[in-house]
């Protein structure tokens, strides 16, 4: 069975701290996806990242980066110098090889305060 | 280019009426997907529908709930005799092929009084 657990379910920070969103999903497939969503207040998911499990290698978007390893089945998603903007409910996602079901997990509320 | 719309944005109805609800996927996108956020079950799939193959319906909760795509484009969610249960945000998503990144649109708030 493919599970995603966010263990963390309300963070609060200050604007311009640094934080760290964990994820940790299980599957027993070999070829599977990650996914980051952002969930802001107006309701609407926002596509974040998507990262297949051959590609182990942490990506940086500005603000944005993600550290995937596969050793500790973690996908960790960290904000840089956090912004109020950057308030919203973040989901973890994955999906096994090339079927259609997104596996979300239960999503940690970020608010940022100024 | 235009992202995914679904209509209504919100909807409230009695219990025991029947409700359709649309969904307007990615122009060129072969893959459409229905999720539920309820506060007590968060993110759950429904059912995707993938070209002109059998749509995978195994995440529909009750044979009340139901769903087609016509001509591979628009898609509708259609809920029988709803339920206070029903009561949730219905997301659709769609991808240029099944696997890929899912795009979602603005939901659907439904309300079952």
């Known amino acids: 069975a493919q599970k995603v657990t966010q263990a963390q379910t309300e963070i609060s920070v200050v604007e311009k701290e640094d934080v760290t969103l964990d994820c940790v999903y299980e599957?027993?497939?070999?070829?599977?996806?990650l996914f980051w969503y952002k969930q802001p207040p107006s309701g609407e998911l926002v596509f974040l990242i998507r990262?297949?499990?051959?590609?182990?290698q942490n990506e940086i978007s500005g603000r944005y980066s993600w550290n995937f390893q596969k050793s500790t089945s973690s996908f960790n998603f960290t904000i840089t110098a956090s912004q109020v903007v950057d308030s919203a409910v973040y989901f973890c996602a994955l999906i096994k090889g090339n079927t259609g079901k997104l596996i979300f997990g239960q999503g940690t509320t970020l608010q940022v305060k100024p | 280019g235009a992202g995914v719309s679904q209509s209504p944005s919100n909807k409230v109805t009695e219990k025991g009426k029947d409700v359709e609800l649309r969904c307007d996927p990615i122009s060129g996108h072969t893959a459409l997907y229905w999720y539920r956020q309820s506060l007590g079950q968060g993110l759950e799939f429904l059912i995707y529908f993938q070209g002109n193959s059998a749509p995978d319906k195994s995440g529909l909760p009750s044979d009340r709930f139901s769903a087609e795509r016509t001509g591979g484009s628009v898609s509708t969610l259609t809920i029988q005799r709803t339920q206070q249960e029903d009561s949730a945000v219905y997301l659709c998503?769609?991808?240029?092929?099944?696997?890929?990144?899912?795009?979602f649109g603005p939901g659907t708030r439904l309300l079952v009084l």
């Open positions: 998503a769609s991808s240029l092929g099944l696997g890929g990144t899912q795009y």
């Open positions: 599957t027993r497939d070999t070829t599977y996806y």
């Open positions: 990262r297949n499990s051959f590609d182990e």
